[in-house]
């Protein structure tokens, strides 16, 4: 038991710090002390489930990922290493500047939508203009 809670305190640390988030990030979220925390994360404290629950959502994983290193959560198994950097930065952000993010992305994916629309449309054409000549 205390090797897997020390499994799980690292799993906890490991992914705080690949999200850019202090012990003091996660007291305020979860209102547990930065010493209570390094405890967990050392393996020498258990956290109760609500805590346990509190810390896997501020930490946007899944608790099975947290108890077991591994997730049925398949969209966490597809996640690409490029993926993964623009999340982190993402979240690195101030909650304006995130906002500011999406709606870059917004206008990416329809500039994106035009151009894949456009295409489209243009081999249509080319198909109707070869159906005119050949008809």
Known sequence: MEDDMIRIGNRIKQRRKAIGLTQTDIFQECGVSSGA???IENGTRIPS???FYRISQVLQCDMEWLITGESSN???NK???KEEELL???R???AEDQ???AEILKIKLRKQRNITGEKEKSYSLRDTEKNDIAG
């Open 74 to 76: 398949s969209q966490n």
């Open 99 to 101: 906002e500011e993010m």
């Open 79 to 81: 996640i690409c290493k």
């Open 88 to 90: 982190e930065g993402f």
């Open 92 to 94: 690195k952000l101030s």
């Open 37 to 39: 925390l390094s405890k």
């Open 49 to 51: 489930f609500i805590l």
